[in-house]
């Protein structure tokens, strides 16, 4: 018997069981094959069970009467059905559903990833410790923990396959390719030389993971036609035995907007992640996509494509599998009844406390650490705990305790090293994969499809984050605080005299004290100016604000510069005045400052209409929020998408338009195009308009101090 | 996300726009004293959604009635200001 140590890499069901695949410590690719039943349960009418028991007896499943715990409704007697061949498992789930719609199932549709792991007690991206016979693994065994802070780094195999173009505006003619220190181009020319080409450099290089601009929605797709019109065949995968795994493209609402996916490519034995495809990965990358799957247990490719919802609910499905809980395909509980009144008290978000509009001097800034996490996890709440005196540990504490326990311990690690360490990046970027995770595990709740969501516990949470931020909002103003602003987990409070960090510990240890939740003092800012909504300068907007810590450091939310739909142009300036503005010490000296930020802004309009700003600044990005044909008055990406119809293109909702305002009949120009914006025809006076608008944003607060109606 | 009831924020958003014929019929100067009543009432926004009231629109009224406490109070202080200055 052989035996190997290495990186759980990749896991997949096939139809005898499962296949997995290896990193080894002598950098091989270790391919191996295990038996594995899956089952999955039914529950319901005795009579209909009995129905389903004699339907499944002519299929290939073992059937047996057991009983099994449903989170909610507790011991059941349910009708498990187990079946050797994993990949056939939702096509018999499938048929038994058509068949008995009215029966509760459990478990059928758990990735196989999860039920591996909770069997194994391994880890995707996990040390393991294999013994195998020919390609059978006979055991395996875990050497890590995805809990570890510091996990040993997979000398992964990257290949870089970028076009020279976008694809969707013009056809590439070159596709460069990276791998390590090396990079070259692959003509496009010639299809069958590139397809040769390419198929040496994947069977020389054998990446783990192929890393593409475009690769699902253009690489991949043609790499399959023009396999079939040159007959050189090209399979990317490393188990040749599978065909490339395709997803269509699809939009969805979430998060309050429409968001376009486009077709996904998915590989097996190795990874394909298409940067322009991928949802999150933006925000952490490669090393948060594998942070995330290592905990989640979804895989890499699945992870950096979609949102951390799916991950939380993997974790949360994995608790269930550890602790013989089933998990339901369907959602079963529904909002308890309630009065008007019950309803009305219960039905709260977080605490916001309008600011005090205008400039203050030193503020600190404290903030709760993962305030609703900390809650779930503190007060127990869980959609079967809520509502239940000394309840044991319910699903969503015991799923969120460790992630909690390991995003702070990475916040710790952070924080003490120094800025320009090189491992700062990447443990920032693991843990912003974390933070996503905790932070929509809150939301899912309350979701309506969450399999264990209920409104109750969200609403629980919402309560207790109030009753706290009132807590320490009354500890504040019991030590001699002002409270400026409080927006849900953190607070702004000033002290005449107060401006050292060391002045607020006192603070912050009687707010840990009383709530009994982590708070951090995030920095004391030299001056920080709270807004005033742009319709009525009486009234204050929570959340938007701007300031300089002492340290220099420039904060600023709800601006145009943290807008996505901002020009670069006017991002740059607005912060370039915020630079200026950084160089006020006190409030007092914030209008000195002025005149400054007046000269650049000159400036800056000064070269926009001599043409010296280039074009890719002046680019404004929107998305289409409906069909074209759904607009009754075009929004500037709705023109942008016609013009860019009548020359062939389809546009889904959800996608992003990038155009230049110009002086055109449509008033855009759609950045797409072929044809370049003629010198003259950019609508500079537009531009400058929006300039102005950021302007006021950043000089308002001092208006008071000045007779800003005249400069603008 | 995630609400069933409207917010606090919108349910006073609806009845400035049901009063809109009241605020209309309004001099122009009345007009803005009119909106700076709203606008005293939206500094207290978080203080009213906590009141768990069915008519939030009272607990509104309060707040218009707390800013307009603050405002004479701050008057009154700069009037003794100026007593005591100018003897």
């Known amino acids: ?712 | 996300m995630g609400r069933t009831l409207i917010t606090i924020t919108q349910q006073l958003n609806e009845t400035e726009s049901m009063l809109s014929p009241f605020r209309r019929t309004l001099r122009r100067s009345d007009q803005y004293v009119f909106d700076g009543l709203f606008a005293a009432a939206r500094r207290h926004i978080a203080a009213i959604g906590q009141e768990e009231s069915l008519l939030p629109f009272e607990s509104a009224l309060l707040a218009m009635l707390l800013e307009q406490s603050k405002e004479i109070a701050v008057l009154q202080q700069k009037i003794e200001e100026l007593i005591k200055k100018n003897g």
């Not at chain 1, 503005?581 to 007046?598: G, I, K, S």
Request: hydrophobic share 40%; glycine share 6%.
């Open chain 1, 1 to 712: 018997m052989a035996e190997a140590i290495g990186w759980l890499l990749d896991v997949y069901a096939d139809e005898a069981g499962i296949t997995l695949w290896l990193l080894t410590n002598d950098d091989k690719r270790l391919c191996l094959h295990m038996d594995f039943d899956v089952t999955f349960y039914a529950a319901g009418d005795f009579s209909l069970l009995r129905q389903a028991w004699i339907y499944l007896k002519e299929k290939d499943a073992r059937l047996e009467r057991t009983i099994r715990r449903d989170l909610f409704l507790g011991e059941r007697d349910v009708m498990a059905v187990t079946t050797s061949n994993p990949a056939g498992l939702q096509k018999l789930f499938g048929e038994l559903q058509r068949q008995f719609p009215s029966l509760n199932y459990y478990d059928a549709d758990i990735p196989i990833t999860l039920r591996f792991i909770s069997q194994t007690n391994t880890h995707l991206l996990g040390r393991c410790h294999v013994r195998f016979d020919e390609k059978w693994l006979q055991s395996i065994e875990p050497l890590s923990s995805p809990w570890e802070i510091d996990p040993t780094p997979m000398p992964l195999r990257i290949l870089t396959l970028t076009p020279d173009c976008n694809p969707a505006i013009r056809k590439p003619k070159q596709l460069h390719v990276k791998y390590g220190p090396r990079e070259y181009s692959l003509s496009l020319d010639s299809p069958r030389l590139f397809m040769i080409g390419l198929k040496a450099d994947l069977q020389r290089l054998d990446p783990d993971l192929i890393l593409t601009d475009y690769g699902d929605t253009w690489l991949f797709p043609q790499l399959r036609q023009w396999s079939e019109e040159t007959g050189i065949e090209l399979n990317p995968n490393r188990d040749e035995h599978r065909p490339v795994m395709t997803r269509k493209a699809d939009s969805y609402f979430a998060y309050g907007q429409v968001t376009y996916r486009g077709a996904q490519s998915y590989l097996f034995g190795r990874w394909h992640i298409d940067r322009r495809n991928a949802m999150s990965f933006g925000e952490y990358g490669l090393e948060g996509a594998m942070e995330q799957a290592r905990v989640t247990g979804i895989g890499v490719q699945e992870m950096a494509r979609k949102s951390p919802g799916a991950g939380i609910t993997a974790m949360q499905m994995s608790t269930a599998l550890c602790n013989g809980v089933m998990v339901p395909v369907q959602k079963q509980q529904v909002e308890g009844t309630k009065t008007l009144a019950e309803l009305i008290r219960a039905d709260h978000g977080g605490l916001i406390y309008q600011p005090l509009i205008g400039l203050h001097g030193d503020v600190a800034q404290i903030d709760f650490s993962s305030m609703y996490p900390a809650i779930m996890v503190k007060h127990n709440i869980s959609p079967e705990t809520v509502g239940l005196e000394n309840a044991p540990e319910g699903l969503i504490p015991k799923t969120l305790r460790p992630l909690l326990e390991k995003r702070l311990m990475l916040k710790n690690i952070l924080s003490d090293l120094n800025p320009r360490d090189c491992r700062v990046e990447i443990l920032k970027a693991r843990a912003s994969a974390l933070k996503w995770l905790l932070v929509v595990c809150f939301g899912y709740l309350g979701y309506k499809n969450a399999r264990f969501g209920k409104i109750e516990s969200h609403e629980a949470v919402t309560a207790m984050s109030r009753e706290l931020m009132l807590q320490a909002k009354e500890v504040a103003e019991d030590m001699g605080f002002t409270v400026l602003h409080m927006y849900v987990d953190c607070l702004f409070v000033q002290q005449v005299g107060f401006h050292r960090h060391s002045d607020f510990t006192p603070l912050i240890n009687a707010i840990e004290e009383k709530t009994g939740i982590p708070i951090v003092l995030e920095g004391v800012f030299k001056w920080v100016a709270f807004l005033a909504s742009k319709r009525d300068a009486r009234v204050p907007v929570p959340n938007q604000y701007f300031g300089v810590f002492q340290d220099g450091t420039l904060k600023y939310r709800g601006i145009e510069l943290r807008r996505r739909d901002t020009t670069t142009w006017v991002r740059k300036i607005q912060l370039a005045a915020l630079e200026v503005l950084a160089c006020a010490n006190t409030p007092q000296e914030f209008a000195n400052h002025v005149p400054d930020v007046m000269a650049l802004v000159e400036r800056a309009k000064q070269e926009l209409r001599t043409g010296r700003v280039p074009l890719d600044e002046l680019i404004v990005r929107q998305r289409l929020s409906r069909t074209l044909a759904g607009y009754k008055s075009p929004s500037p990406a709705a023109r942008a998408a016609l013009q860019l119809q009548e020359r062939g293109r389809q546009f889904a909702p959800g996608q992003s338009l990038e155009f230049l305002f110009a002086r055109n009949a449509s008033g855009v120009h759609a950045w797409e195009l072929e044809e370049t914006l003629a010198p003259g025809m950019l609508d500079t006076k537009r531009y400058c308009r929006l300039l102005d608008r950021a302007m006021r944003t950043v000089l308002d607060p001092c208006k008071p101090l000045l007779a800003l109606e005249k400069l603008f």
